[in-house]
Each structure stands twice: as structure tokens, then as C-alpha cells.
T-cell receptor, first 113, second 119 residues
Framework: QKEVEQDPGPLSVPEGAIVSLNCTYSNSAFQYFMWYRQYSRKGPELLMYTYSSGNKEDGRFTAQVDKSSKYISLFIRDSQPSDSATYLCAMSALGGSARQLTFGSGTQLTVLP | GAVVSQHPSWVICKSGTSVKIECRSLDFQATTMFWYRQFPKQSLMLMATSNEGSKATYEQGVEKDKFLINHASLTLSTLTVTSAHPEDSSFYIC???????????????FGPGTRLLVL
């Protein structure tokens, strides 16, 4: 079993739809949770950063973390064609000097105009 | 803020040659940088952790003599693919942690990637 599970998709939605992207994880030591967006042939771009449980909103994006269920989500409201990309969840634990990130496999999203 | 650059963005080389990729943090100091490799439609695979002023820590299965990493300053890390072969063709991405970012010290900021093609 992978430490972080993410549905690879692909996911296609019409413009304006609400998109829900999810990851589950098994390591209860994870405390920091991130969502990255990666366009084709580009490096990942940080979208959201959350520490511990709770919700965080930034514009059309909302990140949710439920540590009791080991489940994180990213919601995209009023989705746009420019949101078409691969979305990667990532997380890290306290402790250790390197603080490596553990990534999900990524979900490929296409927003159709 | 928190911009990471990579150079070159793409490179084509002959088998047996060495290729150096640079990763720079432009507006912050990075004591730790990371090097990843990514194959098409796959997630990022961590190759090594680069620490300023010390030896890099390589992940299991990554040949340290083939992928030489140097982190000589707080803003620059380099990855040299030595004696490159076609199977080394991939997308290489670096990242850096911005410890100075209030409340975001755990995040990593990624460079745009370097596409390597070995003929």
C-alpha cells in the first residue's frame, strides 16, 4: 500500500463545474499538506498549504484536511479551462532535517469550454 | 517571492557525455534543495536531497556516482548526469524549501524543470 493514494483520473468536467480532488494517506505523522498544480512540461506550482486539520480558502480554491480520516481534499469552484492540469497532493511529517515531501500520483483534470 | 529557476530548460546530448543542470533560488536562501525525476504521466520521484555545504543524500536505487550533486551556496545546487545514456532521458525538476517563509517552512517551491534527451 502506498503512503499516499490519489485517484489518477483522468477527470473531465464542463466549465463552471465544481471539482473535487482527493487524497488519502496512511502515515499519521503527516502534519503538513500541500496541493500543487502541474501544467504539461512544467514544474509543479504550489496552490495551497495547510498545517494540521481544517479548511483553507484562497479564491476559487478550498483545501480541506481531515486528519482523523487521513483524508485531504481540494475543491475548485467555477472551474475554468485554464485549470486543466495535473494536480498533485503532497504531505510531510514533523521531525527530520530534510522534511521530504511524499506525493500522490497526481490527478489529471480537463475543464471543457 | 519564492522563485526557483533551472537551467537549461532542455538539453539534447550524445550518449556518453555529461550534462550539468543548475537550480537556483532567486529570492530566498535554500539550505536544502531536492532533485526529482519525472517520467511521462507519472508523479515525481525523489532522487536526492541536497544540503548546502555537505554531501547529498541519495534515495535508494539512485547511483550517486552517476548523478553528482553539488550545493556550493545557499542559492545554487547543480545536478550533473555523468556518462549519460538514453535511459537517463527524463524530466528533471529541482525544488527548494524557503525556511524564511512565515508559516510555510515545510513547503517546497519547484523549478520549471529540465528536459533531457540522450541520443
Amino acid at each position: 500500500q502506498k503512503e499516499v493514494e490519489q485517484d489518477p483520473g483522468p477527470l473531465s468536467v464542463p466549465e463552471g463545474a465544481i471539482v473535487s480532488l482527493n487524497c488519502t494517506y496512511s502515515n499519521s505523522a503527516f502534519q503538513y499538506f500541500m496541493w500543487y498544480r502541474q501544467y504539461s512540461r512544467k514544474g509543479p506550482e504550489l496552490l495551497m498549504y495547510t498545517y494540521s486539520s481544517g479548511n483553507k480558502e484562497d479564491g476559487r480554491f478550498t483545501a480541506q484536511v481531515d486528519k482523523s480520516s487521513k483524508y485531504i481534499s481540494l475543491f475548485i469552484r467555477d472551474s475554468q479551462p485554464s485549470d486543466s492540469a495535473t494536480y498533485l497532493c503532497a504531505m510531510s511529517a514533523l521531525g527530520g532535517s530534510a522534511r521530504q515531501l511524499t506525493f500522490g500520483s497526481g490527478t489529471q483534470l480537463t475543464v471543457l469550454p | 517571492g519564492a522563485v526557483v529557476s533551472q537551467h537549461p530548460s532542455w538539453v539534447i546530448c550524445k550518449s556518453g557525455t555529461s550534462v550539468k543542470i543548475e537550480c537556483r533560488s532567486l529570492d530566498f536562501q535554500a539550505t536544502t534543495m531536492f532533485w526529482y525525476r519525472q517520467f511521462p504521466k507519472q508523479s515525481l520521484m525523489l532522487m536526492a536531497t541536497s544540503n548546502e555545504g555537505s554531501k547529498a543524500t541519495y534515495e535508494q536505487g539512485v547511483e550517486k556516482d552517476k548523478f553528482l550533486i553539488n550545493h556550493a551556496s545557499l542559492t545554487l545546487s547543480t545536478l550533473t548526469v555523468t556518462s549519460a545514456h538514453p535511459e537517463d532521458s527524463s524530466f528533471y525538476i529541482c525544488s527548494a524549501r524557503d525556511l524564511g517563509a512565515a508559516g510555510r517552512g515545510e513547503t517546497q517551491y519547484f523549478g520549471p524543470g529540465t528536459r533531457l534527451l540522450v541520443l
